[in-house]
């Protein structure tokens, strides 16, 4: 069975300051991984995905994220953070293509100035 | 990518009663996904809705609960029966591109 564990449910930096957000999984298949963000009263976002090409993954606003296949890990970086990018991040696993996703719990990114 | 609408955004509802929530999509897609966000919480997958086959239930989720309708390609609808406060939730309709899922806004659903 597929899984995914965020490390840290909660995570805060200052602005302009590098984040990283962590991000394991485990999976009988060769994954599929996203990384989605949910601002506060908004839909879910793609920020990139891995999808068994590239190992480092670059997404939008400045997001990227490396596949790691021997620590099973997919961790998302930035090297600057906004105050913009404070949100909920959510680490997902796919079943295979168009199939079920498996939502990591979250891991809410808070900004200070 | 997918333009995905859902209708209502949020609704507050009283108990016993029910709600039809509306999907919509800007392209013709095979399969689209119902999820709940309950308060705090990550996403759970409902159901799976494939047009002109019945949904397929997650464990833990059932048609009685949760009928779903998929006339089309391109639109879909998650009914929450008989709610009662638990169902208080963001319910949110997903559609698969190739490997990739893209979701709608959310309907957000308070019940008294």
């Known amino acids: 069975a597929q899984s995914v564990t965020q490390l840290d449910s909660h995570v805060s930096v200052s602005e302009g300051t590098p984040v990283l957000l962590r991000c394991n999984y485990s999976s009988s298949y060769s994954p599929s991984l996203f990384w989605y963000v949910q601002h506060p009263n908004k839909g879910l976002q793609l920020l990139l995905k891995?999808?068994?090409?590239?190992?480092l993954v670059k997404g939008i606003n400045g997001f990227e994220a490396e596949f790691k296949k021997s620590e099973t890990s997919f961790h998302l970086t930035k090297p600057s953070a906004h105050m913009s990018d404070a949100a909920e991040y959510f680490c997902v696993v796919s079943e295979g293509k168009g199939g079920k996703l498996i939502f990591g719990q979250g891991t809410e990114l808070s900004v200070k100035p | 990518s997918a333009v995905i609408s859902q209708k209502p955004s949020r609704d507050i509802c009283q108990r016993g009663t029910s709600l039809t929530i509306q999907c919509q999509v800007d392209s013709q897609v095979t399969m689209m996904f119902w999820y709940r966000q309950q308060p705090g919480q990550s996403l759970t997958l409902i159901a799976t809705?494939?047009?002109?086959?019945?949904?397929?239930?997650e464990s833990g989720f059932v048609i009685d609960k949760f009928p779903i309708s998929r006339p089309n390609l391109t639109f879909s609808t998650l009914t929450v029966s008989n709610m009662s406060p638990e169902d208080s939730s963001i319910y949110l309709c997903?559609?698969?591109?190739?490997?990739?899922?893209?979701f709608g806004p959310g309907t957000r659903l308070l019940v008294l």
């Open positions: 809705a494939n047009q002109g086959s019945e949904a397929t239930y």
């Open positions: 891995y999808t068994s090409a590239a190992t």
């Open positions: 997903s559609v698969a591109l190739g490997e990739t899922q893209y």
